[in-house]
C-alpha cells in the first residue's frame, strides 16, 4: 500500500495522480485534471502546472510566482463541490502558518487535440 494520493480522492498516489504527472497518461476529464493539479502545488511540481495550463493563457503566469504560492502554503486538502461538462468547483484548504485558509473557484477548461487544460477561474468571496 502506498501513500493516499494529495488530491484526497482515496485512491493511492500510484493509481491516481502519478500517472499524470510522470507524463504517462493524460487526464480524461477536467475533474481529474483539476486532482492532478491539486497534487501537483502540493508537490511543488511547477513545470506540470505550466504544462496544464492552456496555451492562451501561460502568459498570465510567471513560473516563479506559481512557485512561491506553491512552497510558501501547506496543501491540506481538496474537495470538489462540482464538476461538470468544462467546468469544476472546487475549494481548495491550506495553511501558512498556523493560518488556515480556504480557496474557493470555478475553474473552467478546455479540450484542444484531445487534451484538456485549465482555461480561467472565477472565484467566490
Ligand atoms: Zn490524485
Not at 43 to 48: A, G, Q, V
Not at 68 to 79: F, G, I, M, P, R
Not at 100 to 122: C, D, I, P, R
Request: glycine letters at 4%; one cysteine or more.
Amino acid at each position: 500500500m502506498t501513500d493516499p494520493c494529495f488530491c484526497c480522492s482515496n485512491l493511492s498516489y500510484d493509481h491516481c495522480c502519478q500517472p499524470y504527472h510522470l507524463g504517462t497518461a493524460k487526464p480524461a476529464t477536467p475533474e481529474i485534471l483539476m486532482r492532478s493539479r491539486y497534487s501537483a502545488y502540493a508537490l511543488h511540481l511547477i513545470d506540470y502546472l505550466i504544462q496544464t495550463t492552456h496555451p492562451n493563457k501561460r502568459h498570465l503566469y510567471k513560473k516563479n510566482e506559481i512557485e512561491n504560492w506553491a512552497t510558501s502554503n501547506h496543501w491540506v486538502k481538496l474537495e470538489i463541490c462540482k464538476a461538470k461538462k468544462d467546468k469544476v468547483e472546487f475549494k481548495a484548504y491550506y495553511q501558512q502558518g498556523i493560518q488556515a485558509y480556504m480557496h474557493h473557484e470555478n475553474s473552467t477548461f478546455k479540450k484542444e487535440q484531445g487534451v484538456w487544460y485549465y482555461l480561467e477561474g472565477s472565484y467566490f468571496d
